[in-house]
């Protein structure tokens, strides 16, 4: 028993950790920023965190499904027939008009360090 209590306590950080990482793929889904549509405030290799649960208002930052496909891009309007979609760096607003039941989530964190090192190692 010591033997287990001593394995787990050298190893606690690691075991934090893991656990975050876990509570935070259940709870919420990350994106990465393949394109400029979204420039400047979402730059290529920006990786995104997104939440189902937040409510959907116009000018938010949010995602949806385009085939196997998720498109980060911000809303701009809203009718009978569903949801308009726009890229900040896009001259008009997205070809679909998307539904409730598309809807991936708002965008609540933007991890934007990352992006010039990644673009600096090609991988964008």
Known sequence: MEGIQRILWNNRFFLIAAVLVLFLNIRFDFY??????MEPELPVGTIVVVD?????????????????????????????????????ANPSTDAVKVTE???????????TVLAPVLRWMGIT
């Open 32 to 37: 990465y920023i393949k394109t400029g549509s």
């Open 101 to 111: 039941g598309k809807l991936a989530g708002k965008v609540i964190l933007k991890i």
């Open 52 to 88: 189902a649960a937040q409510p959907v208002s116009i000018g938010d930052v949010y995602g949806y499904r385009s085939g196997r496909n998720v498109v980060i891009h911000r809303i701009v309007a809203v009718d009978g027939e569903g949801y308009t979609f726009k890229g900040d």
